[in-house]
């Protein structure tokens, strides 16, 4: 018998180690795109080079998202979300070790290994959110947490700047950053981390909240769903169509320190307050969003309605970027692209919570898996694609690229509400849900 307290809210504790990991996960995997610029110098790189640097690290994501979300699936949130971080860590270290001479080389074995790391986290944190958090706190808790790629994106380059200069000394040194905190956080995860059900910090009354959507009669079993019972699913595939517009906040992630400094002449030890703004953005953005179609629920809509019509908002959001290539003005394209990220975390926060509104939890890290393989695949041509552009016609190659970037979340919306206009959620044999309780 568990001895349980008389109240708590526990899950808040869970929500903040998510916080706190992909705060991590974000900081290690910008850090290239701020020194961008700086080791393009200092390796003699061109366009394609840097592209088939970022293109190794999204091969190994797309990768690592089908293998890291079914073996999480498989372990349990505890288990494989510390796998998850114990391979990232090492390999964002193992970027200090490269040396010049084998630089592309070198920088690409470590990105495959940081990206087939890096893959976990997403699926690992949205399956810890649909055991922690009822349906209609999920876009909420996981806003919150999407809100910290903000934040490691913000500190990279506040801390890169502070200890890399201009021309490259002491490059290596932000990579080893991470492998300290990323330790304390698996010693920490290991510690506290149980479902709700086993935890004996969880009271009689949050628990009772927790699973207070649970459909009588329907608990999941043990048994694990294997991907040839999620692929042949239409549903599976509409929450991947959703991911393809991770390609557009990669964009920006990896190529936006090197459109400003190309476009506005931006180095490296002024790129923080630009990033800090665009980013501050991207971090309402994502709370927002996820703000958004709770209100609706709380409003009566079901969730069919509520994650829809948030998404459309957050399309329009975005739409403005299209606009960036014919500013003249840094801070207006500093605004702009801001805007979008912040459209574009809020969009997230609403597609995320889509795998765990429709799927039994014991299937959401692979669902989630398989959609940003699909992601990263869409990014990988578009970086391949970028990068070829950029060394044959120059910066022009950027007004295709925001022209797509801001354009593609309503494309891909009407697609998604083509494809599954009810979202009926399934149960834990894949069969659907009646539709009374959609809501």
Not at 144 to 155: E, R, V, W
Not at 381 to 400: M, Q, T
Request: proline letters at 4%; aromatic letters at 14%; hydrophobic letters at 50%.
């Amino acid at each position: 018998m568990i001895e349980r307290p008389q109240t708590s809210k526990y899950r808040y504790t869970i929500l903040a180690m998510l916080l706190y990991a992909t705060s991590v996960n974000y900081f290690d995997r910008s850090i290239i795109g701020v020194m961008a610029p700086t080791l393009q110098k200092l390796f003699h790189w061109t366009n394609s080079d840097y592209s088939y640097i970022i293109i190794s690290f999204q091969t190994a994501y797309a990768i690592g998202m089908l293998v890291m979300g079914s073996i999480i699936d498989r372990l349990g949130s505890r288990k494989g979300y510390s796998l998850s971080i114990g391979i990232w860590a090492f390999f964002g270290m193992l970027h200090a070790a490269v040396q010049p001479v084998f630089s592309v080389i070198g920088f690409s074995f470590a990105r495959f290994g940081l990206g087939f790391g890096e893959s976990g986290n997403f699926p690992a944190a949205i399956k810890v959110v649909a055991e922690w958090f009822p349906k209609k706190d999920r876009a909420l808790a996981t806003g919150i947490f999407n809100a910290s790629t903000s934040i490691g994106a913000i500190a990279a380059p506040f801390i890169v700047g502070a200890i890399v200069s201009v021309d490259g000394k002491n490059w290596q040194y932000p990579f080893l950053i991470t492998g300290v905190l990323s330790s304390v956080w698996v010693f920490i995860w290991w510690r506290i981390y149980k479902k709700p059900e086993d935890h004996p910090k969880v009271s009689k009354d949050e628990l009772e909240y927790i699973l207070s959507d649970r459909v009588p009669g329907e608990e999941e079993s043990a048994e694990k769903l294997p991907w040839k019972a999620l692929l042949p699913k239409r549903k599976t595939w509409v929450f991947a169509i959703a991911k393809i517009t991770d390609a557009v906040w990669w964009f920006y992630l990896f190529w936006g320190a090197k459109f400003l400094a190309h476009r506005f002449g931006v180095n490296i030890k002024d790129i923080a307050l630009p990033f800090f703004v665009l980013y501050i953005l991207a971090d309402a953005g994502s709370i927002f969003g996820g703000y958004l179609s709770k209100a609706f629920i709380n409003k009566g809509w079901n969730i069919n309605k509520s994650r829809k019509i948030s998404m459309l908002i957050c399309a329009l959001i975005i739409l403005p970027v299209v606009m960036v290539a014919y500013t003249q003005n840094e801070w207006v394209a500093v605004f702009l692209i801001g805007l979008a990220a912040a459209g574009h975390q809020a969009w997230s926060a609403n597609v995320f919570t889509l795998a765990s509104d429709v799927f039994p939890k014991k299937a959401t890290a692979s669902v989630v898996g398989i959609g940003g393989m699909v992601g990263s695949v869409a990014s990988i041509i578009a970086n391949f694609i970028l990068g070829s552009v950029l060394d044959k016609s120059g910066n022009h190659g950027y007004f295709w690229a925001f022209l797509v970037a801001g354009s593609v979340y309503l494309i891909i919306l009407g697609i998604i509400h083509a494809m599954d206009p009810k979202m009926v959620p399934l149960d834990e044999n894949l069969k659907p849900v009646y539709a009374s309780k959609t809501a």
